[in-house]
């Protein structure tokens, strides 16, 4: 869908939905509630930690940034807190052999198969409601899996999970979740060697910066 249907997308979505949240910039920081992670770079970056009531999307472009060593550290973080924590595979890749047996007892793992797959398990996770951290991995998922999502599908997600305590948390490949209230880019460049280090050291060696989020309506703008 083009950036200009988007623009008209949530025009027709605030006629027919006036309370729903369309931009970033109409959630107030002032109500904002988090759930720290206990990761220095994350909980600074963003203020507090992962905002719940809202989508996070934490964009990898390329192999080698660090989205499964980020997405295996949140859930060890999530089990010593001892929460239950849903990982939404989008490509069935989840390296399970990384993560602790306390991780791992307190994981719902939904294999998937395709982007369509794991969008319609996540939808039944955030309506269902019971699971505080929702983890859903398409950052290797196909681009045309990817082209496939209509953008109302993102609009959804978070019109279910805006009056809730949970914390759903995306990876993608490249800017794609429009109403997500924090956007992280991961520019870390780890080698096969990298395989070899402590965890706790590549988790310090993570570079990651916050997107200022009217970048992504400025873009939109410009295409209309």
């Not at 980020?70 to 595979?89: N, W």
């Not at 045309?144 to 305590?165: D, F, G, M, V």
């Amino acid at each position: 869908m083009r950036r200009a249907s988007i623009i008209q997308l949530r025009q027709q979505l605030k006629e027919k939905f006036p309370s729903l949240r369309t931009n970033p910039e109409e959630f107030s920081p002032d109500t904002r509630t988090f759930w720290p992670t206990g990761l220095r770079q994350i909980d600074a970056l963003l203020q507090g930690g992962f905002a719940k009531g809202a989508l996070t999307e934490i964009v990898a472009a390329r192999r080698g940034t660090g989205s499964a060593l980020l997405a295996c550290s949140l859930l060890h973080q999530a089990a010593q807190a001892g929460q239950i924590v849903a990982f939404v595979d989008g490509a069935d890749s989840l390296e399970v052999t990384q993560l602790e047996e306390t991780a791992l007892s307190r994981l719902l793992w939904v294999r998937c198969r395709s982007a369509a797959e794991a969008l319609k398990a996540t939808d039944l996770l955030l309506r269902d409601g019971n699971v505080p951290l929702v983890l859903l991995d398409i950052a290797i998922n196909l681009e045309k899996q990817l082209r496939a999502i209509p953008a109302t599908t993102w609009y959804r997600l978070q019109r279910l999970i805006e009056e809730t305590s949970t914390v759903c948390i995306i990876f993608t490949p490249r800017m794609m979740v429009a109403p997500a209230r924090d956007r992280i880019f991961l520019n870390s460049r780890f080698s096969l060697d990298s395989l070899e280090q402590d965890q706790d050291e590549l988790l310090n060696d993570l570079k990651l910066e916050a997107a200022e989020m009217r970048r992504f309506s400025e873009l939109e703008a410009s295409a209309s």
